[in-house]
T-cell receptor, first 110, second 115 residues
Framework: RKEVEQDPGPFNVPEGATVAFNCTYS??????FFWYRQDCRKEPKLLMS???SGNEDGRFTAQLNRASQYISLLIRDSKLSDSATYLC???????????FGSGTRLSIRP | GAGVSQTPSNKVTEKGKYVELRCDPI?????LYWYRQSLGQGPEFLIY????????DSGLPNDRFFAVRPEGSVSTLKIQRTERGDSAVYLC?????????????FGNGTRLTVT
């Protein structure tokens, strides 16, 4: 079983829609959580960190459920420019590796 | 300011050859990470440096892979006796500190093709 699992998608939604995807992680000792965004043939870039209490950044909301070991990302009022692959990222501690999920592909149609 | 720089951007080599991939992190960043990414997959962890030392090298797939960071800045990933299965994009990232919440800044990657 992979340490970080994501639905690969693709999610194909119309502009303006709300879309959400989850990510599950297997190691309960994980301490830090992030969402990265990767455009086609580009490097990953940090979208947002995920905090225990949940956090929002504009149209993006991230939540963490430690009991069930999953992280979610909600995108409201989706834009064409949101089309990308969203990578779920987990880290146990400062001394440990940072693990990426396989990514969820999102495509926004006009 | 300059971001993470990786060279070469593309490398084509024959099976069995030796290759070196270079990563120049953002100035002042103490932590450096190597990943490789195949099409349709997320980045796969290889090795993580804190300063000059490898804090975690558990992702190196076998002893053909080796990485160094002798002065705590530039890092080189070395692959011996390359195999076709080594073909991938090799990504380097750095972060200001090794703190668990310190975000990664990625370079553009080196696309390695082994023929």
């Amino acid at each position: 079983r992979k340490e970080v699992e994501q639905d690969p998608g693709p999610f194909n939604v119309p502009e303006g829609a709300t879309v959400a995807f989850n990510c599950t992680y297997s190691n309960s000792a994980s301490q830090s959580f992030f969402w990265y965004r990767q455009d086609c043939r580009k490097e990953p870039k940090l979208l947002m960190s995920v905090y225990s209490s949940g956090n929002e950044d504009g149209r993006f909301t991230a939540q963490l459920n430690r009991a069930s070991q999953y992280i979610s990302l909600l995108i409201r009022d989706s834009k064409l420019s949101d089309s990308a692959t969203y990578l779920c990222v987990v880290r146990r501690s400062s001394a440990s590796k940072i693990i990426f999920g396989s990514g969820t592909r999102l495509s926004i149609r006009p | 300011g300059a971001g993470v720089s990786q060279t070469p951007s593309n490398k084509v080599t024959e099976k069995g050859k030796y290759v070196e991939l270079r990563c120049d992190p953002i100035s002042g960043h103490t932590a450096l990470y190597w990943y490789r990414q195949s099409l349709g997959q997320g980045p796969e962890f290889l090795i993580y440096f804190q300063g000059t030392g490898a804090a975690d090298d558990s992702g190196l797939p076998n002893d053909r892979f080796f990485a160094v960071r002798p002065e705590g800045s530039v890092s080189t990933l070395k692959i011996q006796r390359t195999e076709r299965g080594d073909s991938a994009v090799y990504l380097c990232a750095s972060s200001l500190t090794g703190d668990r919440n310190s975000p990664l800044h990625f370079g553009n990657g080196t696309r390695l093709t082994v023929t």
